[in-house]
């Protein structure tokens, strides 16, 4: 069951951890023309598995571990790989997103996916070597950190002989007992959000390690590799790619968004919080990062490595920065770095682990849940991580998540989650658009997946923060736009050199402050491209490399209009499935503090005018007024029957 | 697709002493073979056997080359990314990324830091994405 395109190795395997079979999963060409991979493909399979009743810790789920095509070809930022599942956090299809090196190995063992499904009975890793699927007991992993796992594992498999070249991933302790927000660890990245660890640790599915000796091939190597030059040479030369990023990682936004009111403090209570100079990224930068690290194939190498204990670990991204700094009133970055050391070991996701932590915080305040727990208060913490991931005393409460906190005690309103999902550090209330896509995002509360228009809205351009104008079609266009690129198996940071780089370096030159004045008013015109994407049946080259790359890696024509309209089919899909299982307008929500309460009491405008967007996504998404996708848009993007 | 060992071997036990992944087995002076699913196709038992023995990936039988004259890479400072692809698939881990001079650098490039251990298998120049890699 090969594939006539490039970049594809042709093979999904179906793994049924209750008996022990591996089975082929049909996947065929035109299913590779329509849904491409990675995550949309993941979409897909679930969509053919799922009615909308199923409960994600049961036999009926699936984990879909989808590689893009451009994954091993050697495209710039392509090595990341996508899970997809149920999520235990939010009850509804969701995905995560990783940059270790599980799926280049995955590809190289043969396989475009893996669809894992049903419990073992006993505690088990799998260990796949091209063809051959071997499960083994894990007894004397289980309980050990995710680090500690995967040298396990190293070892065990360098002993066999040869170095270890091998893609592994795991869960730690609070994935094997079901933390809603567990995450999945691949070498140091994280394939953090919705839970996915969660549903490993239901599996009784310690770790995976893969290894094969199949090669990647690019249907084209030859124009490939000439365009694969001249991408490396733009990122590394892009403002962004090229040098914010590799200078101070994503950490370096803090300064950005305490600037525009946008770093969310004391549980999305304020926009700003006075002492982040004392947990910013230049701070990280200056003072404790060691060196810099990228992703296998990134030529951005945003990661930070930073020492705690002497030891050299994974610094912090922004998200975590800015929820376990200014989030709960914490100004020591040393502790701060211990963190999030301490929760990638045991496994959890800090987004999710920090807004929990903000809110018990809160509650705690407001005599609400007396737990002990005070903004500021930051002896302990450590402690508490460790008894979330072992669900021990109050640990066992916050590992359920701000939502079923706020269900359970109260405190709905400032409970900061978009369907069950904690959100990020991007306070909303001064960037409306990341408030809506928040609000509507397919696995809730995400800045990447709810179309991070916070780049226009202060972070890249500088438009007007506080009007809705425009940004129902423009947060359409960014999902759409980082869909796809998901899908295809790169780096969602590659989109930034879609901004061309005068006005990213020159703010406030005429061109750049023309186009902050003049995004607003492209409503209709956005709309227009939104709703007939491939009405631009052309490349974009000169920014935007991503079409001519996939063309020449797979083989399959694509333009720019096409590649839009792929992304569209994957969200609406994603949408679709989720209202199978009840989801409508009524679940596009953001706490009342963010749709209620000025962010600054003698200005009204700064808070999310979500009814006033959401009918205008809706429409500009070809969905019903009650968030349904309708069956001429269903028809259109080649998804009837999907709802 | 891998290495094969056909009848002609003697079972001097040279290619699986020195197979870089471990991949071939066999007892002294008897027929060796190679695990199908270890063999990375790097072409050092080809090289070393002496008896003509092994076949290659294409079914060509690999021809023995003295050690002095295996090609190294050589690696254009101009055109290497450091996205580490070479890196992650020697088989002999012989290169390694150059340290960054300072915080944010990103001009940092694929080194063959142990060029005693190379054994010219060309792997890291087939998988380069940019062609920065040649053998000479």
Known sequence: ?643 | MSYRITDQCKGCTLCSKNCPVMAITGQTKQPHTIDPDRCVSCGLCGKLCAFGAIVDDRGVPAVKIPKSQWKKPEIDPALCAACSVCVENCPKECLSISNPRYHGDITMIALLRTPEDCIGCGICADRCPVGAITLI
């Not at chain 1, 040869?162 to 007992?177: F, T």
């Not at chain 1, 550090?425 to 509507?440: D, F, K, S, T």
Request: charged residues 20%; glycine residues 12%.
């Open chain 1, 1 to 643: 069951m090969s594939s006539k395109y490039g970049g594809y190795m042709g093979k999904v395997a179906q793994v049924d951890l209750a008996t022990g079979t591996v089975s082929p999963y049909p996947w065929t060409d035109r299913d590779r023309e329509l849904f491409i991979g990675g995550k949309i493909m993941a979409a897909k399979i679930l969509s053919d598995h799922l009615t909308g009743k199923e409960e994600p810790f049961s036999d009926r789920n699936l984990l879909v571990i989808a590689t893009g095509p451009l994954t091993g070809t050697g495209a710039p930022s392509s090595s990341r790989f996508n899970i997809s599942t149920l999520s235990p956090q939010t009850g509804l299809l969701a995905s995560s997103n990783c940059g270790g090196n599980f799926g280049y190995y995955l590809k190289k063992a043969g396989y475009d996916a893996l669809i894992l499904r049903g419990q073992a009975r006993e505690h088990t890793w799998l260990e796949i070597t091209n063809d051959k699927f071997v499960f083994h007991n894990a007894d004397e992993l289980w309980g050990k950190s995710t680090s500690a796992t995967q040298q396990a594992l190293s070892d065990l498999l360098t002993q066999r002989g040869g170095p270890d070249k091998s893609g592994k991933l795991c869960i730690g302790p609070a994935g094997e007992n079901r933390v809603l927000y567990a995450s999945i660890v691949s070498n140091e990245r994280i394939s953090g959000r919705t839970g996915m660890g969660a549903i490993m640790g239901w599996m009784n599915l310690k770790a995976i390690t893969v290894t094969g000796n199949h090669v990647v091939r690019a249907y084209d190597a030859e124009k490939m590799m000439a365009w694969n030059r001249k991408w490396f040479r733009y990122l590394r030369s892009h403002p962004l790619t090229g040098e914010q990023l590799p200078r101070i990682g994503t950490a370096g936004l803090v300064s950005q968004m305490q600037m525009r009111r946008i770093l969310a403090t004391e549980n999305f209570r304020y926009g700003q919080n006075e002492s982040f100079e004392k947990v910013n990224g230049e701070r990280l930068a200056e003072e404790f990062n060691v060196v810099n690290k990228g992703c296998l194939t990134c030529p951005i190498r945003c990661a930070r490595t930073v020492a705690v204990d002497g030891q050299e670990v994974k610094g912090p991204e922004l998200e975590t920065l800015g929820l376990l700094g200014g989030g709960i009133r914490n100004d020591n970055m040393e502790l701060l770095l211990r963190w999030n050391y301490e929760l990638d070991e045991l496994g959890m996701d800090s987004i999710s682990a920090a807004g929990t932590l903000a809110w018990a915080m809160e509650a705690n305040e407001k005599g609400i849940w007396n737990c002990g727990l005070n903004f500021g208060q930051v002896d302990g913490i450590s402690q508490l991580w460790e008894n979330i991931a072992h669900r021990r005393g109050i640990g066992d409460e916050l590992a359920d998540g701000s939502r079923r906190l706020s269900e359970k005690y109260g405190g709905k309103e400032f409970a900061i989650h978009s369907k069950g999902l904690e959100l990020s550090a991007y306070e909303p209330r001064h960037a409306v658009g990341m408030g809506l896509g928040y609000a509507v995002s397919n696995r809730g509360g995400c800045h990447l997946n709810g179309g991070y228009l916070v780049i226009l809205e202060g972070l890249g351009l500088n438009i007007d923060a506080q009007t809705p104008k425009a940004k129902a079609d423009l947060t359409v266009m960014f999902q759409n736009l980082m869909e796809m690129i998901s899908a295809t198996g790169q780096c969602l940071f590659t989109s930034y050199a879609f901004f061309p780089a005068p006005l990213m370096s020159r703010p406030n030159a005429w061109y750049t402050r023309a186009a902050n004045k003049l995004l607003p008013h492209t409503g209709m015109v956005i709309r227009l491209l939104n709703r007939c994407p491939r009405a631009v049946h052309m490349h974009l080259s000169p920014v935007f490399h991503h079409t001519r790359g996939f063309q020449y890696a797979t083989g399959m024509p694509m333009t720019f209009g096409d590649y839009m309209n792929v992304g569209s089919r994957g969200y609406t899909l994603e949408r679709s499935v989720n209202c199978r299982f009840g989801v409508s307008a009524k679940d596009d929500t953001l706490p009342k503090r963010l749709t209620d309460e000025p962010q600054q009491p003698n200005n009204p405008k700064t808070r999310v005018p979500l009814k006033k967007m959401t009918p205008v996504y809706y429409a500009a998404r070809g969905w019903d007024s009650n968030g349904i996708p309708t069956p001429q848009t269903l028809k259109k993007l080649g998804l009837k029957g999907a709802d």
